[in-house]
């Protein structure tokens, strides 16, 4: 039984990986072996990872307004993402019917929340739902943190973790995409 690898082994594994910072509102794909990273503060990553064709992406979206909450979706949100969200899974799975080696995660960091309550249908609900019209099974991870988060994703694996703020572990090679 291969024995998953712990936070320490991953560092190890992903010293000489470049890495390549997801801007927000934008999404990187790649088959290679490499680190896509997003800062998320008040924003998602949508991580997929197609296993047949060894290869994935993150899809990096900031949530509307500048509360770093959460918010509805609009008619101008919902039309803006779907386009971008189409381009995205297509750039990772192409035209392939076959959807059983998909991996998807959506991971959210948003502001703690204030006593006005949650909206009742938030970007990270629309993604969850398109997915799950394409026959894609995706998890979901809401994190309520006052500082931002670093998520990490190497596409070629479909490993992902999530660290606290920026770190610059030695070896590694950053550029922004």
């Not at 060894?54 to 979206?61: A, E, I, K």
Request: glycine share 8%; hydrophobic share 40%; aromatic share 4%.
């Amino acid at each position: 039984m291969r024995r998953e690898p712990e936070y320490k082994d991953l560092r190890l594994l992903t010293k000489e990986l470049e890495e390549i910072v997801v801007a927000p509102d934008t999404y990187q794909v790649s088959p290679e072996p490499l680190l896509l990273v997003a800062e998320l503060r008040g924003a998602l990553a949508l991580c997929l990872h197609d296993e047949g064709r060894g290869m994935g992406g993150l899809l990096h979206l900031r949530f509307g307004g500048d509360s770093g909450r959460p918010s509805d979706v609009t008619d101008n949100t919902l039309n803006g993402v779907l386009v971008v969200l189409d381009r995205f899974k297509r750039a990772v799975i192409g035209h392939s019917p076959r959807r059983e080696r998909l991996q998807a995660r959506i991971v959210a960091h948003a502001l703690p929340p204030v006593d006005a309550g949650e909206p009742t249908a938030t970007l990270a609900d629309l993604l969850q739902a398109d997915l799950q019209d394409a026959r894609i099974e995706c998890g979901r991870q809401m994190l309520r943190r006052s500082e931002p988060v670093r998520l990490c994703f190497e596409p070629l694996a479909g490993r992902m973790w999530v660290c606290g703020a920026r770190q610059e572990p030695s070896g590694t090679r950053a550029r922004r995409a």
